[in-house]
Nanobody, 115 residues
Framework: QVPLVESGGGLVQPGGSLRLSCAFS????????VGWYRQAPGKQRELVAH???????NYSDAVKGRFTISRDSAENTVYLLMDSLQPEDTAVYYC?????????WGQGTQVTVSS
């Protein structure tokens, strides 16, 4: 069983918002660095947002100012709030968690931005 599960994807109109969740069931998520990646059809998987165990965040230029990554220790979950979505944000979004030799990927959640 995959210990990382993404949810919250769906169909949204341009300019809309979605919040993705990445829930971890493999123990405490606190020590892990977590990244959100996306892969559009015919393109390579790319990192869009990253949060370290101490809460330091980084974003790709494509999403900076529109996406916000955060983590909730009580919920053992990392979130990706996506605002001002555009058709080019359409992709499968994946969560990745790593800590020492532990490395987990989720199964992905589809985000489609279309009118």
């Amino acid at each position: 069983q995959v210990p990382l599960v993404e949810s919250g994807g769906g169909l949204v109109q341009p300019g809309g918002s979605l919040r993705l969740s990445c829930a971890f069931s493999g123990g405490r998520l606190n020590p892990y660095d977590v990244g959100w990646y996306r892969q559009a059809p015919g393109k390579q998987r790319e990192l869009v947002a990253h949060i370290t165990s101490d809460g330091t965040t980084n974003y790709s230029d494509a999403v900076k100012g529109r996406f916000t990554i955060s983590r909730d220790s009580a919920e053992n979950t990392v979130y990706l709030l996506m605002d001002s979505l555009q058709p080019e944000d359409t992709a499968v979004y994946y969560c990745h968690a790593e800590y020492t030799w532990y490395d987990f990927w989720g199964q992905g959640t589809q985000v489609t931005v279309s009118s």
